[in-house]
């Protein structure tokens, strides 16, 4: 069975720095984009960063320039390097992970059970 397991998550004060981990555990063929989202009290899922199989990045607007995106290949992993955080950066982080599966004949989308960021003085 398919999991991505999340760690990271915390309390930080303003400007403080964070860093999100997210490992693929079970039997997989490949993991392709790898990625990460936040949902805050009363609002939608919104994209954070998202890298794809060759490096390539996508930072929302509002983290450009203080999150970095990044994966480990071999061990089918993403990080999440928060810098300069907000108080409004404060949300539930989740993983997100696009993985062929060793027993399905598709890829699926699969969600990391979300780790909270509060960044609060």
């Known amino acids: 069975q398919v999991q991505l397991v999340e760690s990271g998550g915390g309390l930080v004060q303003p400007g403080g720095s964070l860093r999100l981990s997210c490992a693929v555990s079970g039997s997989v063929v490949s993991v392709n984009s790898m990625g990460w989202y936040r949902q805050a009290p009363g609002r939608q899922r919104e994209l954070v960063a998202v890298?794809?199989?060759?490096?390539?990045?996508t930072y929302a607007d509002s983290v450009k320039d203080r999150f970095t995106i990044s994966r480990e290949n071999a061990k089918n992993a993403v990080y999440l390097q928060m810098s300069s955080l907000k108080s409004e950066d404060t949300a539930v982080y989740y993983c997100?992970?696009?993985?062929?599966?060793?027993?399905?004949?598709?890829?699926?989308?699969?969600w990391g059970q979300g780790t909270q960021v509060t960044v609060s003085s």
């Open positions: 997100n992970a696009d993985i062929l599966a060793t027993t399905a004949s598709r890829s699926l989308s699969f």
């Open positions: 890298i794809r199989t060759g490096g390539v990045t």
